[in-house]
């Protein structure tokens, strides 16, 4: 069925089915881009108001936003478990391994939170605020587009150990980051398309130590991270002290969203371990990675695509779950 018909569609006979044929269109049978145009047509827009103003403000806030968007979806699936504070029986995601010290974009969501329920209370979920936020941000760095299918509600609570279990880290195996995509619907496609995000943002010298200085004591760094980019990060990065120190993923266009992340990989130039396997440990993925080094409109095409199938992971729809009021606590706190 055709985008238009869809809407069509939506206008007549929103009273009468609620959900709309649209949804199929996008994978999910609850979640089509529609969700809000009658119940609050203003939402898009406000959602892409605040956070341009957040990243002409601090243009790191994009690659923030996009992560959270990711974290969120990875544990219990896109629900805004991530967004929680500790109260009560709930203790935050925000203190997982992957989230401590390095989740941040927040307070951009709680901006964008209170002018949502300022022009339609009680109507647009904190988890669609996040997935509408990580495509306004690829946008404004020069990356695709897409349309995000909406209608996820909000969790009622979190899953700090799902935090800590599921989401990928910069040191697993290939095999165990493969593993932990799969576990969420997620194929190999998927996996190289989404990494690519990293063409944006920064990590810290303790996510990828390991890769500068060779745990058997010879002091050479991994032989998959070539070494006179290793030697430009060591100063920065010593055997101890500098964690918090901020480095590129992405070196040659930092702030843009390109298809040097793949380029860099080829040339063993990628940050952290969980980047650079994907050209070193699998053969189907290290051909993605060429492709997509060579044809950056193949990687826009599918990053698009795995970013709303990875919007669709789990959402709570219908009766299940809440729109928050606040972010940050549910609604009878």
Request: charge should be positive.
């Amino acid at each position: 069925m055709a985008k238009s018909s869809c809407s069509v569609l939506f206008a007549l006979f929103i009273a009468f089915f609620p959900l709309c044929l649209c949804s199929q269109t996008y994978g999910s049978g609850y979640l089509f881009p529609q969700f809000y145009d009658h119940s609050c047509p203003q939402a898009q827009d406000i959602v892409k108001s605040i956070v341009s103003k957040a990243f002409a403000k601090d243009p790191r806030m994009a690659a923030s936003l996009l992560r959270l968007h990711f974290h969120d979806c990875f544990v219990k699936g896109c629900d805004a478990s991530l967004l929680l504070d500790s109260s009560g029986s709930i203790v935050s995601e925000k203190r997982s391994n992957p989230n401590r010290n390095s989740a941040r974009g927040f307070e951009v969501i709680d901006e964008i939170k209170y002018a949502l329920e300022k022009e339609c209370p009680e109507t647009v979920s904190c988890a669609d605020a996040l997935a509408l936020a990580a495509r306004d941000s690829t946008v404004l760095t020069g990356g695709p587009s897409w349309e995000v299918p909406l209608g996820r509600r909000d969790s009622k609570g979190a899953s700090l150990s799902g935090s800590n279990n599921d989401i990928p880290a910069p040191n697993n195996t290939f095999q165990t980051i493969l593993t932990k995509f799969k576990r969420q619907g997620l194929d190999l496609v998927d996996l190289v398309a989404l990494s690519g995000s990293h063409t944006i943002g920064n990590s810290r010298c303790t996510s990828f130590r390991q890769r500068l200085y060779n745990q058997s004591g010879n002091g050479k760094p991994d032989m998959t991270l070539d070494q006179s980019y290793a030697a430009t990060l060591r100063p920065r990065c010593p055997r101890s002290g500098g964690d918090q120190n901020l480095f590129f993923l992405d070196f040659v266009t930092p702030t843009k969203f390109d298809n040097h992340y793949f380029k860099n990989l080829i040339m063993y130039k990628g940050l952290l371990s969980s980047d650079e396997v994907l050209f070193t440990k699998n053969r189907e993925s290290k051909e993605l990675v060429k492709l997509y080094a060579a044809n950056e409109d193949a990687f826009f095409e599918q990053f698009a695509k795995s970013m709303v199938k990875m919007g669709n992971i789990s959402p709570l729809t219908g009766a299940r779950g809440e729109i928050r009021r606040v972010c940050r606590r549910v609604n009878h706190v």
